[in-house]
């Protein structure tokens, strides 16, 4: 079955080039050859090559298992860390809040149910005036 690659737009074609470059600058500024880090990330010499120059069709879990041999796998962490974008969307669909009516004063005590129970008046109300 032939390989299957992703086609991307120019800019992040161009950023994963960028990032195979930076992956195989770190190797050899760590002196590791490409066989041992291949060795190590469980995969092909010949995926690794394709991870250095950046092929859309290899998988991000082999970016992260090179990631991981060369001692960069907190970097993972920085993508997508801050999406400025998503949070401004998220703020301008945020409902108003809705604040309920101002209650007047409460004239009965309440049960244990939660019914209202009224208030008796006062004795002196229920007198009659002599």
Request: proline share 8%; no cysteine.
């Amino acid at each position: 079955m032939p390989r299957t690659v992703p086609t991307l737009f120019p800019p992040a074609t161009r950023q994963l080039a960028s990032l195979g470059e930076r992956l195989r600058m770190a190797r050899l500024r760590r002196r590791y050859s490409a066989e041992s880090v291949a060795k190590r990330a469980g995969v092909a010499r010949a995926t690794l090559y394709r991870v250095e120059e950046g092929d859309s069709g290899v998988s991000i879990a082999t970016y992260a298992s090179v990631l991981r041999v060369l001692g960069l796998q907190a970097d993972l962490d920085l993508l997508a860390r801050d999406d400025v974008l998503g949070r401004k969307l998220q703020d301008l669909k945020l409902p108003t809040r809705k604040v309920a009516p101002r209650r007047a004063a409460v004239s009965g005590r309440t049960s244990s149910t939660g019914a209202s129970v009224p208030i008796p008046p006062p004795s002196s109300a229920l007198s009659s005036p002599s």
